[in-house]
């Protein structure tokens, strides 16, 4: 599981990696401190979220709780003492602190329970858990995903969880579990802004101890992410976090070449190249155009805050991108390689 793990996120891939119903986690290291700079937002876990209102915050949000680990003893692995980042949920009384899931190995001779009236939900009571709160559920099986789902390294008929459980987001809008709105967080998670809002960053700053007081670290080397919701959302089946690569927001890439245009309404516009990510800052409230060197419209787009775009999708060679603000225009020229 760790190769493929690695062969979906490592470096620059972004691939996918799904962590599956709450507590399911994954455990990652940066090759270099991620520095805790106050004021600003320190690193970025890159999720597959999206709106379908901004405004309303409605979308497809599958938030993860993030834990950060500095080390301090200096071998190399996370065994030092993780901290919580304490998001916008943190301190709500709907938040569950300390809970606790068990999860029940399935009888290989079970006999399926599928559902009639989504028949890709082959086995609606695939692997049992139990909880704390004394609720219990099952997390069910879908024709879509045949692996196993318990994991098979463990050899134990349970096994369990223990952190913050979320209050759930999920709505369903048709009332038969075909048309569920996942509500966003404010933020503070993974998997719960779409990657380019600036309310997917994350601040080493809000970290805290296991009685909710804040630490102050002068940064981390070692992050864990775990599906923070219980929750079940119909022909969606469990809410899963998932994570497509991190990223150090200190780390800037190559600044962009700027063309001799007048610059009075960008006093402190930055744009640059990095991680395959073209970057803009300080250009609130600017259309931006690229073309390539034929003239060809490549990309439009507004810029309301902070933003930043892919571009593994760009061929390399030299692009030129047209800002736009009121009546001023800035002009870059971009080299992707």
Not at 262 to 288: G, H, I, R, S, W
Request: charge should be negative; aromatic fraction near 16%.
């Amino acid at each position: 599981m760790i190769q493929k793990v690695e062969e979906a996120i490592l470096g620059e891939k972004k691939g996918l990696v799904t962590l599956g119903a709450y507590g399911g986690y994954m455990v990652f290291g940066f090759d270099h401190l991620v520095e805790n700079i106050s004021g600003k937002y320190d690193f970025k876990i890159w999720g597959n979220a999206y709106y379908y209102n901004e405004v309303l915050g409605t979308g497809a949000s599958e938030p993860g709780i993030v834990m950060v680990s500095y080390d301090s003893n200096g071998n190399g692995i996370p065994d030092d003492i993780w901290y919580e980042l304490a998001g916008s949920e943190y301190h709500k009384p709907q938040t569950i602190k300390n809970y606790e899931i068990v999860y029940y190995k399935p009888d290989p001779d079970k006999i399926p329970t599928p559902d009639p009236n989504f028949p890709f939900l082959i086995d609606t009571s695939y692997i049992k858990w139990t909880d704390n709160m004394e609720n219990t559920g099952y997390v069910a099986k879908n024709a879509y995903h045949p692996q196993h789902y318990f994991p098979l390294w463990i050899d134990t008929e349970t096994f369990n969880y223990a952190g913050t459980k979320l209050a759930n987001n999920g709505v369903d809008n048709s009332g038969d579990g075909q048309n569920y709105t996942q509500y966003v967080y404010s933020w503070g998670y993974v998997d719960n802004h779409p990657n380019e809002n600036i309310r997917s960053n994350l601040d080493i700053g809000w970290a805290v101890d296991e009685q909710g007081n804040k630490v102050n670290l002068p940064g981390i080397h070692f992050v864990k992410v775990y599906t923070g919701v219980n929750q079940y959302c119909g022909w969606l089946g469990e809410t899963s976090t998932e994570i497509m690569g991190a990223e150090d927001l200190h780390i800037q890439g190559i600044e962009i070449d700027v063309l001799g245009m007048k610059q009075e309404p960008f006093p402190n516009a930055k744009v640059y190249y990095a991680n395959e990510n073209l970057y803009f800052e300080n250009l609130n409230e600017c259309t931006c155009t690229i073309f390539n060197t034929n003239g060809q419209m490549i990309n439009n787009f507004y810029i309301s805050e902070t933003y930043y775009i892919f571009t593994t999708n760009f061929i390399q060679g030299v692009y030129i991108l047209k800002v736009q603000k009121q009546n001023e225009t800035k002009i870059y020229k971009i080299i992707i390689n």
